[in-house]
């Protein structure tokens, strides 16, 4: 008879192998779209006037992680238009 212990364990661990595909799985598919820019949409305050302004990017594709509800989430950079620097963010695919 299985115990508890081995039930939790199998659970467990089919739960760590499952989450370790998924990452490996999505880290072979975005690999190809590292580098690619997308158009992104950003609400950002120009630091002079104090005004918020829509924004639309180019964005950088950096990687991508599983976000809620199974979706796929895209890590991206991008030249903030107001100040020159870098930013990061992250934007639903």
Excluded: C, N
Excluded at 20 to 34: N, T
Excluded at 61 to 72: C, L, Q, S, V, Y
Excluded at 82 to 87: D, L, N
């Amino acid at each position: 008879m299985i115990t508890d212990t081995e039930i939790d364990t199998f659970v467990s661990d089919t739960l760590s192998s499952l989450q370790a595909f998924r990452d490996s799985l999505l880290e072979d598919r975005v690999r190809p779209h590292l580098g690619k820019t997308l158009k992104i949409m950003r609400r950002l305050k120009d630091p002079t006037s104090g005004e918020y302004h829509d924004v639309v990017l180019d964005a950088t594709i950096t990687g991508a992680r599983w976000g809620f509800d199974d979706g796929i989430d895209f890590k991206v950079t991008y030249t903030h238009p107001f100040t020159g620097k870098t930013a990061e963010t992250e934007q639903g695919a």
